[in-house]
């Protein structure tokens, strides 16, 4: 038995960068800042965000900078070798399943009442 599933909640770092492929498929990386929980430190965890598809294109819609979002998904590595050094790099993914809309940072601010929407 295995089990690869990474659930996280936490404010949109920068708006999506989208591509859309020939093959009618869409696809959408995102960064997302997660607060620790830590007296010592006030400093998030950054995770990249792959998203495809449906999901894509909604994160492509209603995400921007400073959104609260929660997300499910798995942890992939993407794997290269650099050019200048032929070193073996690799950098951790979530790929995304499901992504909920909680909010944007300036709803919380305002006062105004959460939305959640779930896809």
Sequence with gaps: MSL???TLVGRVGGDPDVKYFESGKVKCRLTLAVRKRSRNSDEPDWFTLELWDKVAQIAADYV???????ITG???FDRWQDRNTGANRSLPIIRVDQ???LGSKRDNESG???HNSEF
């Excluded at 900078?65 to 929660?70: H, L, R, T």
């Design 4 to 6: 690869n599933v990474v």
């Design 64 to 70: 921007r900078k400073g959104a609260q979002i929660g």
């Design 74 to 76: 798995s942890l992939k």
């Design 99 to 101: 992504l909920d809309l």
């Design 112 to 114: 105004m009442s959460q």
